[in-house]
């Protein structure tokens, strides 16, 4: 079998090596999608921009209800799979995927933001879509537990920091719900939960300089 880099798991049965220090756990629960997708309240006029697809779990059930899914994804063997997943159906034109880093591109219009995140970018990329014109309509994000309970700390609290501040004063934050690291694949070391935010429309007249 030969040994595999750090951080990479295998998964003989989909065929696909996820690498885990990218980030890459994959929501398996349907359950778990089906909640998010619910909680994201979709219309069929909706423009939604996901990311880290992974092999579209969540893409697929948001393909169904959406007039379209712009998914930005970094590995090009999970594009693949993400294609292929797609191929020769009616969702496939539906679907778009932007390859490579969300973090370094300029991201397109959308309504909602819906995305199972790779940790690691939870903050920069929380700061670019809060500075994202026009305005969206709302983002449900999967997080890291301690980061979405940073997010929505009261003041005075324990988590309450710069973190929670910035966030708080261009968005409102909801903590949504809990998830089990069991319900991904493979299973991330930490506990998850589901956040929604929304952006103040307009901002609050502050400079923020």
């Given at each position: ?22 980030g890459?756990?994959?929501?398996k629960n ?33 393909l ?6 712009i ?17 020769g ?26 995305a ?70 493979p ?23």
């Amino acid at each position: 079998r030969g040994a595999l880099a750090p951080g990479v798991t295998a998964l003989s049965a989909a065929g696909v090596l996820f690498n885990t220090g990218a980030g890459q756990h994959i929501l398996k629960n349907p359950l778990v999608v089906n909640s998010i997708i619910e909680k994201a309240a979709l219309r069929r006029t909706d423009v939604i921009l996901e990311v880290g697809p992974g092999t579209g779990n969540l893409t697929v059930k948001m393909l169904e209800k959406v007039k379209k899914v712009i998914a930005c994804e970094i590995d090009p063997r999970l594009v693949g799979e993400l294609q292929k997943r797609v191929q020769g159906t009616c969702l496939a034109n539906k679907l778009e995927i932007k390859v490579g880093d969300v973090l370094k591109t300029d991201l397109p219009f959308f309504d909602a933001c819906v995305a199972n995140l790779p940790y690691q970018i939870s903050s920069p990329f929380v700061f670019k879509l809060l500075l994202h014109r026009p305005f969206f309509r709302c983002a449900i994000l999967m997080f890291q537990r301690e980061f979405a309970l940073r997010l929505v700390a009261k003041p005075g609290t324990k988590l309450y920091c710069r973190l929670s501040i910035n966030t708080q004063l261009l968005a409102r934050v909801d903590h949504l719900m809990k998830v089990g690291k069991n319900n991904f694949r493979p299973p991330p070391k930490v506990e998850s939960s589901v956040v929604r935010i929304e952006p103040k429309n307009p901002p609050p007249p502050i400079n923020f300089q």
